[in-house]
């Protein structure tokens, strides 16, 4: 496989308590928790577009740029089609909603990352 320079996720290990907060936001699979701790499964699999960044608790989540193999969307493919496993379901922390009720997005609060649906995230912002 082709090597490149581009951005990746990079997870602390000292940092990650393994609570698996960044599992779900990854939709290409490239996380998953191994021996207790997040891991980046294969580089291939991470776009680097960081949506699992905001989730973590702990701030062990970082992008990095780096040689690596290409993100590749085959691979991507391959990987989801082949590991069908039920999402973990996030809640709002401020209304409770579902995110099978309205989307959510990750987000830091006050120094804590936190899960705001759509409809709580405009009073967030504007108070």
């Known amino acids: 496989m082709t090597k490149v320079l ?3 996720i990079q997870i602390d290990e000292e940092l ?3 609570c698996g907060d960044c599992v779900s936001p ?3 699979g490239a996380i998953e928790i191994v021996d207790g701790k997040a891991k980046v499964i294969s ?4 776009d680097g577009a960081g949506f699992c960044l905001g989730t973590c608790p702990e701030g062990a989540l970082t992008i990095v740029e780096r040689e690596t193999d290409e993100f590749s ?4 493919h391959e990987h989801t089609a082949a590991n069908k496993v039920d999402p973990v379901t ?3 922390n401020w209304c409770g909603a579902a995110d099978t009720e309205r989307p ?3 987000t830091r609060h006050q ?7 759509v409809k709580c995230l405009p009073p967030l912002i504007h108070g």
């Open 6 to 8: 581009r951005k990746i």
């Open 16 to 18: 990650c308590t393994g």
């Open 73 to 76: 969307e085959e691979a991507v």
């Open 90 to 92: 996030q809640h709002c």
């Open 26 to 28: 990854c939709a290409e």
């Open 111 to 117: 120094g804590q990352s936190v899960w705001v649906c």
């Open 43 to 46: 580089d291939e699999l991470c």
């Open 104 to 106: 959510l997005l990750p």
